[in-house]
């Protein structure tokens, strides 16, 4: 049986990089996946790829009304909502002196605030289809290893990533006696479409961030988007059903010294 068979999901920002990694990884696996973003070709096209069992929704996560109406639109096709994965999110990389009350409010709202106003329009079916299965229901957020610790040229982003922990922590035991989990996948920089956002803060053009993303890891290698989709298919599986309030690193190594 698949690890996913007759689950249901919502995968923010799950046109690309991790987020559409972990749409194929779940659709693989039996689960019907809800694709939630604003890169609707994108999205539509990962969907006519996967078939039947993968749509998607326009959705910017900041929109209390967006959010409500994929969850709506998500039960109305496949009569429930097992697992949330709040994966959507924005980088952010240059000196204190750059951030303004703009980017402040693009990146915070982005990687925290829209996440949770995700998890609050999702929880009634959540806890819906946690009444009904013995494993309960699922949320997760895609962290970063910069929830995990810092760096300089990069505190903002820093700052919204160790809110989502904080997040995690508070909601995995709020939730718990609904039976749902929470947790965090936390991965090293992974070689995405949102990589190059990240090149201000290391002073360095592509290749050379390349180099040193890979000279810091351990295991001599940068993560790739199936590494953190197969993480977050293990969390969202009855496997991890004794598991929350965890962030999961992702990194081969780093955050082990």
């Known amino acids: 049986m698949a690890r996913l068979e007759s689950k249901v999901a919502i995968i923010t920002g799950g046109a690309s990089g991790l987020g559409a990694a972990s749409v194929r990884r779940f659709v693989a696996e039996g689960c019907r996946v809800m694709i939630a973003d604003i890169d609707v070709a994108g999205g539509d096209a990962l969907s006519r790829e996967l078939g039947e069992n993968c749509a998607c929704r326009r959705v910017d996560h900041m929109d209390r009304a967006d959010a409500e109406a994929v969850v709506a639109a998500t039960v109305d096709r496949w009569g429930s909502l097992d697992i949330l994965y709040n994966n959507a ?39 819906s289809a946690a009444k009904k299965a013995a494993e309960g ?33 508070g ?32 002073g360095a053009d592509m290749d050379e961030a390349k180099e040193r993303f890979r000279d810091s890891i351990p295991l001599g290698r940068m993560p790739e988007p199936i ?18 309030g965890i962030a999961l690193p992702v990194d081969g190594g780093s955050t082990a010294g």
Do not use: W
Not at 102 to 117: E, H, T
Not at 139 to 166: C, D, M, W
Not at 228 to 243: D, K, P, Q, R, V
């Open 89 to 127: 999110g924005v980088p952010f990389a240059g000196p204190i002196t750059t951030v303004d009350d703009d980017v402040l409010a693009r990146v915070f709202g982005n990687n925290l605030i829209g996440p949770y106003r995700m998890m609050q329009s999702a929880l009634p079916a959540l806890c």
């Open 227 to 244: 590494d953190t989709a197969n993480a977050a298919l293990f969390l969202a599986s009855a496997e991890a059903g004794m598991i929350t």
């Open 171 to 202: 909601l995995a035991l709020e939730l718990a006696p609904f039976n749902i989990r929470v947790n965090a996948i936390c991965p090293a920089a992974t070689d995405t479409p949102m990589l190059k956002h990240f090149l201000p803060g290391m």
């Open 137 to 169: 229901a699922a949320i997760l957020f895609t962290g970063s290893l910069q929830a995990l610790k810092g760096r300089p040229n990069f505190t903002p982003y820093t700052a919204s990533k160790h809110g989502v922990i904080g997040l995690v922590k």
